[in-house]
């Protein structure tokens, strides 16, 4: 596998995406499941959830540096299993307290696995000479589709969380050992000095533009992934299956969006395909937020998860091509603002689904649409700085 993955290392790039996402997406499907085991009511679930987002914050503010220390390969090695390792041991969790407290070690590998995987898409995006950074995004939402399927399937079949994690948990650490035990890492786009960092990664003025612009897709989503299947079963009534379904079209219908993706930004740029993205997302939210039958909800998922595919990658790749800091602290920085509202979004929403709705849970999404309108020339960040050091 070695020799395969140094001839094509996309092909590398693709494959830990989709063990990543497997493993992180394995949580998800079974929320409703845990909700009923651990006996808790939305808003306190939202609230044992935010150990995810707590523990991704803390380590963002030192995982450029540790991307720099440590080759790609070990975090993979170390990261995923240890990503499967504290959902198994929230699945025993019997209090929410326990449960946050467990899902910060999750959090933690998430940070540093999310910004080298990115880098490793960037690097190698440089060495074979064309786009891959959406199709690479797309098995990220090929592996949250396997594993909505899977959680699913496993909670109509009653099979318990626990078992369902532990399953998981060791099959993706198997096959990330046995594939990447020996591969070797792109080199970088560009050689950076290295600023002493500070802990925090502070944006710049055009990495805060891309935050903006990528809030309401991180948002979008979460909020799919997060609470799609506990609203088809609280809305609807429907059944495990159905109700793991909305998690799974959104999944599928982002990871085919992604997969042609990069062929169409060539042609038509990012600017336009994003404005698309955005109209997308609107009438995904509109559909689920006013359906009355099941099956106008699940088509809301669908354009909600197809919608928001691009927007991070997009921005992720401007991120890493920005030249005011180097890769890892640009692409650090725009992590650690934007990815932990994929993760706060089961409080928030959680909150107001306890005490408005869900229904105005997912209407919360309008708003941060409205900003992307407004800051979609933030893909630009490399011409506007140009522009700037004139």
Not at 86 to 92: D, G, H, N, R, Y
Not at 308 to 314: C, D, K, N, R
Request: proline content about 4%; glycine content about 8%; some cysteine.
């Amino acid at each position: 596998m070695k020799d395969y993955f140094q001839r094509k290392p996309q092909d590398a790039v693709f494959t830990s995406f989709f063990l990543y996402a497997f493993s992180l997406g394995t949580l998800f499907p079974r929320l409703g499941d845990l909700q009923t085991q651990i006996d808790i009511d939305k808003a306190t679930l939202g609230f044992a959830l935010i150990g995810l987002p707590l523990g991704v914050q803390f380590t963002l503010l030192f995982a450029d540096r540790i991307v720099r220390r440590f080759n790609f390969r070990l975090i993979l090695m170390m990261g995923i299993p240890l990503l499967g390792i504290s959902q198994v041991l929230a699945a025993l969790s019997k209090s929410p307290y326990t449960f946050a407290g467990i899902l910060m070690l999750g959090g933690a590998a998430i940070a540093v696995i999310e910004v080298a995987v990115n880098l490793e898409a960037d690097r190698v995006e440089a060495h074979i000479g064309h786009r891959i950074m959406n199709r690479s995004h797309a098995y990220w939402s090929f592996g949250f589709f396997g594993a909505g399927i899977v959680g699913a399937g496993f909670s109509q079949l009653g099979i318990s969380p626990f078992s369902n994690f532990a399953l998981i948990a060791g099959m993706s650490s198997f096959l990330t050992i046995l594939l990447f035990s020996k591969y070797n890492a792109a080199k970088s786009r560009r050689q950076s000095v290295v600023v002493k960092n500070k802990g925090f990664v502070w944006p710049s003025k055009g990495i805060l533009l891309l935050v903006f612009f990528s809030l309401s897709a991180m948002l979008v989503e979460g909020a799919s992934i997060d609470w799609s299947v506990i609203f088809m079963r609280d809305i609807f009534n429907t059944v495990p299956i159905v109700s793991g379904l909305s998690l799974a079209l959104a999944a599928i219908a982002q990871g085919i969006i992604r997969y042609f993706a990069d062929q169409f930004v060539d042609k038509y740029g990012p600017e336009r395909v994003s404005l698309y993205s955005l109209i997308a997302m609107v009438l995904g939210v509109g559909c689920v937020v006013f359906s009355f039958e099941p099956t106008t909800a699940l088509l809301g998922f669908i354009l909600m998860g197809g919608g928001s595919a691009v927007i991070f990658p997009l921005a992720m790749s401007a991120a890493a091509q920005s030249t005011d800091k180097t890769p890892e602290e640009n692409v650090a920085s725009l992590a650690q603002f934007v990815f932990v509202i994929f993760l706060l979004a089961p409080p928030i929403l959680g909150f107001v689904a306890e005490y408005a709705g869900l229904r105005w849970s997912f209407a919360l999404c309008f708003p941060l649409l409205i900003v992307s309108f407004f800051t979609i020339h933030s893909l630009n960040v490399q011409k506007d700085e140009k522009k700037n050091a004139y």
